[in-house]
C-alpha cells in the first residue's frame, strides 16, 4: 500500500492501532511496562535520538511510543505482514523520522533494503518466537553487524525455560484463566481480530496475502533466556541480560 492509498480511503489508522494494541494485551497485560523499560535502556544506552531498526514492526507498536518518548529519533520498520505494514504505512504517513521496509528476515539478504548500514538500537517484540532455532542464530549474526559499537539489541519474548515445568504449567493455567475471564468481557483474540481485519474494505486484501504467507499462526521455537544470550555472545555482543522479566516473558538486552 502506498502513502496515496492510506491517505485517501479514510480508513481511522489510528482506530486500527488501538485495536491492535487491546487485542495484544488480552495476551500480555503488562506489555506498556515492557516497551517502557526497553525505550529506558535506549535512552540510557543510545542517547536522546537514536537511529533505530524496529525489527519484525508489524503495526510499528515499538516505534510510535519511541517516537512519543523521543521525538529526535528515527526509525526503520521491517516486516513482511502486508496487513500489518498496512496499519503502519498509514499510521506513519508522512513522518520523516520512519521508514518502513518490506522484508523477510529469513532471506539471508534481508538487510540490503534498509537504509542505513548500521543502528544505535535493534529492537523487537513478540515476533521472534516464530523462528525456529538455526534461522534466529543466523538472524542474530545479522544483528550483530548492524548495531555500531556502543549499540544496543533488545528481544521482548516468550522464551521458556523447560527445566521448570511446574512453575511453566502454574503460570499457563492462571495466565489462561485471565485471559478467558477478559474474553468473556468482551476481549477480541487473536483470530478475531483478523476476522475483523480480513472483513475491511482496505484491509481485506493484504489480510488474504498475510494468511498465503503464514497461515493461521508461524510455528518456531522459544529457547530459554540462556540459550539466546549465548548465541548473542557467540554473534559479537559484549553484555547480555534480561532487563525485565514476567513469569512468561523476557525483556534481554544485549550491548555491543
Not at 65 to 86: C, F, I, K, N, Q
Not at 90 to 117: E, H
Not at 150 to 163: K, L, Q
Request: with cysteine; glycine share 8%; proline share 6%.
Amino acid at each position: 500500500m502506498t502513502d496515496a492509498d492510506t491517505t485517501t480511503t479514510g480508513t481511522d489508522w489510528g482506530a486500527w492501532q488501538q485495536s491492535w494494541d487491546r487485542q495484544q494485551e488480552w495476551y500480555m497485560p503488562d506489555r506498556e511496562e515492557r516497551f517502557r523499560i526497553m525505550l529506558d535502556m535506549v535512552e540510557a544506552l543510545a542517547g536522546p535520538a537514536p537511529r533505530v531498526l524496529d525489527l519484525a514492526c508489524g503495526t510499528g507498536s515499538i516505534t510510535a511510543r519511541l517516537l512519543a518518548r523521543l521525538p529526535e529519533a528515527t526509525s526503520t520498520g521491517v516486516d513482511l505482514d502486508p496487513a500489518l505494514l498496512a496499519i503502519a504505512e498509514g499510521t506513519f504517513a508522512g513522518d520523516g523520522r520512519v521508514t518502513l521496509v518490506t522484508a523477510d528476515l529469513k532471506d539471508p539478504d534481508w538487510t540490503s533494503g534498509l537504509p542505513y548500514d548500521s543502528y544505535d538500537a535493534v529492537l523487537t517484540a513478540t515476533a521472534l518466537h516464530w523462528l525456529h532455532a538455526e534461522p534466529l542464530a543466523a538472524l542474530y549474526g545479522q544483528v550483530a553487524e548492524l548495531v555500531r559499537d556502543g549499540g544496543v539489541f533488545m528481544n521482548a519474548d516468550h522464551m521458556i525455560d523447560d527445566t521448570t515445568p511446574r512453575i511453566n504449567a502454574a503460570e499457563r493455567a492462571q495466565r489462561h484463566a485471565r485471559m478467558e475471564r477478559a474474553k468473556r468481557d468482551g476481549a477480541l483474540d487473536w483470530s478475531e481480530w483478523w476476522r475483523l481485519a480480513a472483513a475491511d474494505p482496505v484491509l481485506a486484501e493484504p489480510t488474504a496475502r498475510r494468511f498465503a504467507l503464514y497461515g493461521e499462526h508461524a510455528d518456531g521455537d522459544m529457547p530459554p533466556v540462556a540459550w539466546h544470550a549465548r548465541v548473542l555472545r557467540e554473534k559479537g555482543f559484549g553484555e547480555v541480560r534480561p532487563v525485565w522479566c514476567s513469569p512468561s516473558d523476557t525483556l534481554l538486552l544485549a550491548l555491543k
